[in-house]
């Protein structure tokens, strides 16, 4: 995974936010997965439009936080792993 990643949604899933969750969910054919807040975060972005270096500084800036890099990489490769996300 470099800077210019693209990471997108996996075909199948669809990311929303679920009011009576308070949280993102991703659904699926066979399902849903509740996220917690940095996965939700993380996936909102995750649009095949934004670098990993951009999603990353997106991220910083929303939460006045510095070298969020490694953990952003670890869950885009548990996120690929699940056919969350296609990195691109």
């Not at 669809?14 to 917690?36: D, I, S």
């Not at 910083?60 to 953990?71: C, D, H, W």
């Amino acid at each position: 995974m470099n800077d210019a990643t693209l990471p997108r949604l996996g075909h199948g899933f669809r990311l929303q936010w679920e009011p009576v969750q308070n949280c993102h969910v991703l659904l699926y054919p066979e399902g849903m997965v509740k996220l917690n807040r940095s996965a939700g975060e993380i996936l909102t972005r995750c649009d095949g439009q934004r670098s990993v270096a951009a999603l990353v500084a997106e991220l910083e800036t929303a939460f006045n936080a510095q070298g969020l890099r490694s953990e952003v990489e670890k869950f885009l490769e548990i996120a690929q792993a699940q056919r969350w996300v296609v990195l691109a």
